[in-house]
């Protein structure tokens, strides 16, 4: 149980273009969602918390208008990385915690954007 | 400002041999401390928890943490390593109600025959 998957797992596009990355929770409903960027070799940077049907919340330094995020339903949650360039280039993981609320974040295995 | 901090940015065990991967904290409430394992092109997978109770938590793959306060420290150990273990490990904690965490820079494991 607890799944928690990310569609495209890799994706490559030109500089100007928009990417959607997806994070679905398979087998149980995700009241919060967080996405995460993570560089070469460094930890996890919290770029926004999604909750369900409300406005994600960013944090500093994060441009909401650069990376939109949707969390239309408890098992959706959509990062739009908008006009990309080659600095957006990393590694984004969602990750989701279910109603049960007792703290755990499950995690998807991430999207690789590489940004030409 | 709460912080965690593991300081060794990689290590080298020998298979078989014991391990300690350090993690400190700076938090200012009763913290909820997690470890988590990465591996290529996997994700992120838990490997245990302390929320409360015993200090001395149980997780997967034979792996367990001990919970000091008095040293604000929740270092993961192993008795013996296994080539499967190799891998990056992150210490973390929950901050707030809103279930967000602070994650540790991240400490490679590397495994020598």
């Known amino acids: 149980g607890a799944v928690v998957s990310q569609h495209p797992s890799r994706v490559i596009c030109k500089s100007g273009t928009s990417v959607k990355i997806e994070c679905r929770s398979l087998d149980f409903q995700a009241t919060t969602m967080f996405w995460y960027r993570q560089f070469p070799k460094k930890s996890l940077m919290l770029m926004a918390t999604s909750n369900e049907g409300s406005k994600a919340t960013y944090e500093q330094g994060v441009e909401k208008d650069k990376f939109l995020i949707n969390h239309a339903s408890l098992t959706l949650s959509t990062l739009t990385v908008t006009s990309a360039h080659p600095e957006d280039s990393s590694f984004y993981i969602c990750s989701a915690i279910g109603l049960a609320g007792d703290n755990e974040q499950f995690f998807g295995p991430g999207t690789r954007l590489t940004v030409l | 400002a709460q912080s965690v901090t593991q300081p060794d940015i990689h290590i080298t065990v020998s298979e078989g041999a014991s391990l300690e991967l350090r993690c400190n904290y700076s938090y200012g409430a009763t913290p909820y401390l997690f470890w988590y394992v990465q591996s290529p092109g996997q994700g992120l997978q838990l490997l245990l928890k302390?929320?409360?109770?015993d200090t001395l938590v149980q997780g997967i793959k034979g792996f367990e943490a001990e919970f000091k306060r008095s040293q604000s420290s929740f270092n993961l150990r192993k008795p013996s390593v296994h080539w499967s273990d190799a891998a990056e490990y992150f210490c973390?904690?929950?901050?707030?109600?809103?279930?967000?965490?602070?994650w540790g820079a991240g400490t490679k494991l590397i495994i020598k025959p």
């Open positions: 302390y929320f409360s109770g």
């Open positions: 973390a904690v929950g901050a707030g109600s809103n279930y967000q965490l602070i």
